[in-house]
Each structure stands twice: as C-alpha cells, then as structure tokens.
C-alpha cells in the first residue's frame, strides 16, 4: 500500500523502559532514516517546557527542528495553534483509553471529532515537514503509545508501519524504580517511577490495546521482543529495516553486537539518546538478581495473563545472551 508521494513513518510502540530509545537511535543511522524521538511531546516537553533535543540544543536552536518549525509555520493548522492547544487536542482525542474507539474511525467520519481532525492533519504536516528538511524516506517516531499507533490510519499523506516491542514485565517493573536524571532539562531533575503495581498494570493495558491495534490490519507491523533484540540486534534491526521495504546494506554496525551512533535529533526519550560512539547491545538483566521477591511475584501475578503468549516464563532464569541504561 506504500506510494511513492508518501512519507513512511516507522511507529514503536510499548511500555517505556522497553529499549524503544537505543532501537530508534539505531535506525536513525541508516541511509534515508530519520531518528525522530516521541514526536508526540513535540509541542509539551519540546516547545512548552523548552527541553532539549538529542543534539543538546532546545528545539527552536536545533539546526533540523527549528527548520522543521519554519516549515509548520506555513501549515494553516500549525500556523494557528499554539503548543499549548496542540496539547489539549491530544488530550482529547489521543489518550490510551481512546486506544479501543480510534482504531474504528474511518477516515470519512475523522472530521466528526474536530480535537481528532485537527490533531492527526497537523502530525500530517509535521510528519511532511520533517521528511521535506532530512530528506528522509522513512520517519522513526518512538513515541510508543497505543492510542497514536491506534490513530495512524487517519493521518493524512503517511504509510504507517508499526513495531510492537516487549519486555518482560518484571524486568520494565525494576527498571521504572530507579532513579534516573532528565538530561534534557536545564537543571538536573529526576525522572519519573513508576511502582510496581503501576508499571505491570500499565505494560498489561498498553500491550493489550497494541495487540488490537495491530490485529485491525490497518498497517503492517511487527513484534519484537527486548530480549530477541539484544540477543541478535543486528538480526532485529534488518527486520525492522525489511519490513519498510528499505534497504540493509548501511546499518550501523561495527560487528555482530556493536553499533556506532553518532548522533541523533531525537525529541524525549531516554537519557541514553545523548550517547555517541561505538556503543555495545547487550541484556540490562541486573533486575534478575536484585529485584524483591515482593515485587517479583507482584508483577509476575499481575502480568500472568500475557507472559505466555509473549513466551516469558513464571519462573525467569538467566538469559543466555547478554542496551544498558534503560
């Protein structure tokens, strides 16, 4: 269903803490990808609350996404709205409990909801902007939630594919406990945890609306795993890559688990976007020693529904195979 006039736009969805960061700062390094971070927080965290992009300057100093702004500026849409109100109509029409309705809307009856209408033209033309500044082919947005995937088949001008990526539950629950500094800010400050219980739910409500969304067959997707991922990253990637109809032969890798970044425009994400160099893929499993048994069986009750059909054990051993900070 791909066409020539249209700009591919490559979706990672799932629970954060998942490796969504380091796989889209990967695919940026390939010939004719663009590494675009969570577009979604674009007008929040990039343009109301000033923070910075993955090159270290703020979005409106950004060599690529001030261009990208001054492209917009010309869209009747983006022309008219400020940030703030680009954030109401998200929270109107893209939040994940409208994951389960969007998938639904046809095209046709899109302009019924005019915060829905507004909101998808508008990632539209921001999709078309920053394909038009990069000379991308295909966009990497890794914003990871349900209810934007759910919405993808209303954007106008886009071909949609989607990576539905998973982690082992107890693993996400771990990693949403430390702390971790937002380097994006001009001061330090702490990201935001998630307890046990709240992570588990979570992975489970947003994996569950992934699933729908990929079974309504409104784009091609696939599934990956974390831990199929850093066990053959080079594999996983030239899947991704497959899958977009693009080409393997430029990936960034200095051997089989090894990848050179040198730098990416990414918006939010993981502190790690800020990472250059020759960068080792390997399995962050400290969880499975240091995680409470509390919490272990917390997450694993919690979580037991979706475990098997994801193929993790009750029981977690230690991986065979072994990206950080995540």
Not at 29 to 48: K, N, Q, T
Not at 131 to 148: F, H, N, Q, W, Y
Not at 197 to 225: D, K, Q
Not at 241 to 246: I, L, T
Request: charged share 25%; glycine share 8%.
């Amino acid at each position: 269903m791909t066409t020539a006039h249209k700009t591919k736009v490559l979706y990672i969805a799932g629970w954060g803490r998942s490796g969504s960061t380091i796989i889209d700062n990967i695919l940026g390094e390939i010939d004719g990808f663009f590494s675009g971070g969570e577009v979604h927080y674009l007008w929040e965290r990039g343009l109301v609350e000033g923070r910075k992009c993955g090159c270290g300057r703020r979005l409106t100093e950004c060599p690529v996404w001030s261009r990208v702004l001054e492209r917009l500026a010309t869209d009747e849409i983006a022309a008219s709205a400020s940030p703030a109100q680009v954030v109401r109509w998200q929270r109107e029409s893209v939040r994940v409990r409208h994951s389960f309705g969007l998938v639904r809307v046809t095209r046709d009856r899109v302009r019924l909801n005019e915060s829905l209408d507004l909101y998808t033209r508008l990632l539209g033309a921001t999709y078309a902007a920053i394909a038009e500044v990069t000379g991308a082919r295909v966009i990497v947005d890794s914003s990871k939630r349900p209810s934007e995937a759910s919405a993808l088949h209303l954007v106008p001008g886009i071909s949609p594919y989607a990576v539905h990526l998973v982690r082992d539950p107890r693993a996400v629950a771990y990693s949403w406990h430390r702390r971790k500094a937002h380097l994006d800010r001009g001061a330090p400050t702490e990201m935001r945890r998630h307890g046990t219980v709240a992570s588990t739910l979570s992975w489970t409500l947003w994996n569950s609306a992934i699933e729908m969304v990929r079974r309504s067959g409104h784009f091609e997707s696939m599934r990956l795993r974390y831990e199929d991922f850093v066990g053959d990253p080079k594999r996983s990637i030239e899947a991704i890559v497959d899958m977009v109809g693009e080409e393997t032969s430029s990936l960034p890798f200095v051997d089989e688990t090894t990848v050179r970044l040198s730098g990416n425009h990414t918006i939010s994400g993981n502190p790690s976007r800020f990472s250059t160099g020759d960068m080792p893929v390997r399995a962050d499993d400290d969880w499975i020693r240091k995680q409470s048994l509390r919490d272990r069986m917390i997450a694993t009750s919690l979580a037991a529904p979706l475990l098997h059909r994801y193929g993790y054990r009750l029981r977690p051993r230690q991986p065979a195979g072994s990206v950080q900070a995540l």
